[in-house]
């Protein structure tokens, strides 16, 4: 009860014998078994050896076991070892190494010669990279060594034909199976870099096609985003006044809002379904020239909720053109700016400035701050980041936030500097 308390198993002593005795059992399961080619090769083989020895052939004669059976032990071994050429390829090797060692004092198979050759190839081609590396070194020098040998024992040019007999039986199957080894290593390292190349083509599209995502999100945000909130808050101006002018004022602008935002929407559409844009449609990339008509619209948005708009653009005419990007940029900015002073600025005046110097843009939207009466849309903060967006894919500076005017008042301010030279943010 103490053992079994403490964790301690205590079995019969026939149990244990049983455990020890199936100790081997398990090991030899452990191994892989033999591949189905290998087998066909032993098979073949050992019946060509044993075909040999029914006719009496051998490679030599009057060797120190001159029995009959005696060249039967060496092939049986080697048979068994060509077997195992592909799933234990060194214990093959060398085993096969004794049992050929041990053929040269029989009569000798032509059978078991060449299943060791067989051996020493699969060795390289299957066997670890170490082994593989020093194989054919250990051969060569085999090869050369017994030839040295011989010919201080000999002392005549029959040793020569026998060391290139053992360099052709054990050298050249070492450098043929290290020559199928490199081949087939590049072709798998080949393999494994298409493999990457593919993977890594599929992280691109698949970030390419989240960047166009948030890109189309963007757009359509900056793009429809303005006419919804004013279309917004004077349906709720018409709804909450009950006056006649007041709600065909409402109507009206909402009508222009809704028209102007449906146009938008099919432009977009047509940009994504085919490409480009109709021949008289609008420009499809918005530029700072109309920056006017954008202020125009806003002042006849806002003017119900008691916003006042200017535009101080001070960039000289002459000045060389910025690239589409900024300038598109630029225009989004203020026209996500003025969106919010209208859904969330109490009555003031919203001022846009526009700055040029031969290194970048800087706009700059001020704004009233504090609460507003009266109907307001809702907002979802997607403007703020859609322009934070805008200024870090060209590695400009962007800041949003409530500041002092310098009188004590405090307003909203955005603040942007873009590149004049169009560039994409670092990763």
């Known amino acids: 009860?103490?053992?079994?308390?403490?964790?301690?198993?205590?079995?019969?002593?026939?149990?244990?014998?049983?455990?020890?005795?199936?100790?081997?059992?398990?090991?030899?399961?452990?191994?892989?078994?033999?591949?189905?080619?290998?087998?066909?090769?032993a098979a073949?083989?050992?019946?060509?050896?044993?075909?040999?020895?029914?006719?009496?052939?051998?490679?030599?004669?009057?060797r120190l076991f001159e029995q009959r059976w005696a060249p039967l032990i060496p092939l049986a071994v080697m048979t068994v070892m060509e077997a195992l050429r592909r799933t234990a390829p060194r214990t093959a090797l060398i085993i096969g190494s004794v049992a050929i060692a041990a053929d040269q004092f029989t009569n000798g198979s032509l059978a078991t010669v060449l299943m060791f050759t067989d051996v020493v190839y699969a060795a390289v081609v299957y066997g670890p990279p170490a082994s593989a590396r020093r194989i054919p070194y250990t051969t060569g020098l085999i090869s050369v060594a017994v030839t040295v040998v011989l010919l201080v024992w000999?002392?005549?040019?029959?040793?020569?034909?026998?060391?290139?007999?053992?360099?052709?039986?054990?050298?050249?199957?070492?450098?043929?199976?290290?020559i199928v080894r490199n081949h087939r290593d590049a072709a798998e390292a080949a393999r494994l870099r298409a493999e990457q190349t593919a993977l890594l083509?599929?992280?691109?599209?698949?970030?390419?096609?989240?960047?166009?995502?948030?890109?189309?999100?963007?757009?359509?945000?900056?793009?429809?985003?303005?006419?919804?909130?004013?279309?917004?808050?004077?349906?709720?101006?018409?709804?909450?006044?009950?006056?006649?002018?007041?709600?065909?004022?409402?109507?009206?602008?909402?009508?222009e809002n809704s028209v102007a935002g449906l146009?938008?929407?099919?432009?977009?559409?047509?940009?994504?379904?085919?490409?480009?844009?109709?021949?008289?449609?609008?420009?499809?990339?918005?530029?700072?020239?109309?920056?006017?008509?954008?202020?125009?619209?806003?002042?006849?948005?806002?003017?119900?909720?008691?916003?006042?708009?200017?535009?101080?653009?001070?960039?000289?005419?002459?000045?060389?053109?910025?690239?589409?990007?900024?300038?598109?940029?630029?225009?989004?900015?203020?026209?996500?700016s003025l969106t919010n002073a209208i859904k969330h600025a109490p009555a003031g005046t919203v001022a846009v400035v526009l700055a040029r110097d031969p290194r970048a843009l800087t706009v700059r939207v001020t704004s009233p701050y504090g609460e507003r009466p009266g109907p307001r849309a809702p907002g979802s903060g997607a403007g703020l980041v859609g322009m934070r967006e805008r200024v870090a894919l060209l590695g400009g500076e962007f800041e949003a936030g409530p500041v002092s005017d310098g009188g004590g008042a405090r307003i909203w301010r955005v603040r942007a500097v873009l590149p004049a030279e169009e560039r994409t943010a670092e990763a």
């Open 44 to 62: 073949a083989g050992l019946s060509c050896g044993l075909l040999l020895w029914s006719y009496g052939l051998y490679t030599s004669g009057g």
């Open 154 to 178: 000999w002392q005549n040019a029959f040793a020569l034909l026998v060391g290139v007999l053992a360099g052709m039986l054990s050298f050249m199957p070492a450098v043929t199976g290290a």
């Open 263 to 336: 146009e938008e929407m099919r432009r977009l559409i047509g940009l994504l379904r085919d490409g480009s844009g109709a021949d008289d449609a609008p420009a499809a990339v918005p530029r700072l020239s109309g920056l006017a008509a954008l202020i125009e619209q806003a002042r006849a948005n806002g003017a119900p909720s008691g916003l006042a708009f200017s535009l101080d653009d001070t960039r000289a005419e002459a000045e060389e053109a910025l690239p589409a990007p900024v300038e598109l940029a630029a225009y989004r900015i203020v026209q996500e």
């Open 1 to 41: 009860m103490a053992g079994l308390l403490d964790g301690a198993v205590h079995l019969p002593r026939p149990l244990l014998l049983l455990r020890s005795l199936s100790r081997p059992l398990l090991l030899l399961r452990s191994l892989s078994r033999p591949h189905r080619d290998d087998l066909l090769i």
């Open 201 to 255: 083509a599929e992280m691109d599209r698949t970030q390419a096609i989240a960047a166009e995502r948030t890109r189309m999100a963007r757009e359509l945000h900056d793009m429809v985003a303005n006419h919804l909130s004013a279309i917004a808050i004077h349906s709720t101006a018409a709804l909450s006044i009950d006056d006649g002018a007041t709600t065909r004022r409402a109507l009206s602008v909402i009508r």
